[in-house]
């Protein structure tokens, strides 16, 4: 795995209640504008954490900040719902739109899978809608591989994308 390029002071940490605002406006951005996400409507703040919330003894949800200055996120939540599947998270990333090619996504997910690793996760996840080339090449640079591809695996925006699964073992 290759260091992070950032020269920003950037902390990564898990996630707190004035985060979800942040975080909320960040995704539904995508929700939004682009196929990247799938969801067709937007997210609140609180949605978000109560999503995460009763999960948050098994599932990293971590922030990266510049002071006060929200970064972006990464988190890993359910893949699959049958109990043998427990030991594989399914994981997202989200940067700033302003502090995109960085390298805050390298070190959120550097972060999020020693999260994940210290849990006792076995292998990790990451769903993207393709094409996404500076997703797949996060998710390449720190050590995920390609398993899958779903032709027209969703319909939006009056198209269907493809989806590819990229794995990582930890
Ligand atoms: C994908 C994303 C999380 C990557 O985070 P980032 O902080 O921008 O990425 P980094 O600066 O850490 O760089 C990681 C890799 O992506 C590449 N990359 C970053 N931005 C890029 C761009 N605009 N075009 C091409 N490659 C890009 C970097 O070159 C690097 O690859 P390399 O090591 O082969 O050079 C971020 O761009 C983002 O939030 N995109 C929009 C949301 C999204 O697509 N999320 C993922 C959903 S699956």
């Known amino acids: ?9 950037v902390e990564i940490r898990t996630v707190e209640d004035s985060d979800w605002p942040a975080i909320a406006d960040l995704t539904n951005h995508y929700i939004e504008h682009t196929a990247i996400h799938f969801g067709y409507d937007p997210v609140t703040p609180n949605e978000l954490r109560e ?3 009763p999960k948050r003894d098994l599932y990293p949800f971590l922030v990266a900040a510049d002071g006060t200055r929200f970064l972006g996120y990464a988190k890993a939540g359910v893949w699959r719902e049958r109990a043998a599947y427990k030991w594989t ?21 550097q972060a999020l899978i020693d999260a ?5 996760f076995h292998s990790l996840v990451g769903g993207i809608t393709l094409p996404n080339e500076p997703s797949v090449r ?18 939006k925006f009056g198209a269907w994308h493809d989806v590819g699964f990229w794995q990582v073992k930890l």
């Open 1 to 9: 795995m290759r260091e992070a390029r950032t020269s920003m002071a």
């Open 51 to 53: 999503l995460w919330w």
């Open 89 to 109: 998270a399914e994981v997202g990333v989200y940067v700033a739109r302003d502090t995109q090619g960085a390298g805050v996504g390298t070190r959120l997910y």
């Open 116 to 120: 994940c690793r210290e849990r006792g």
């Open 138 to 155: 996060l998710h390449e640079r720190v050590g995920f591989v390609k398993v899958a591809h779903f032709a027209h695996a969703g319909y």
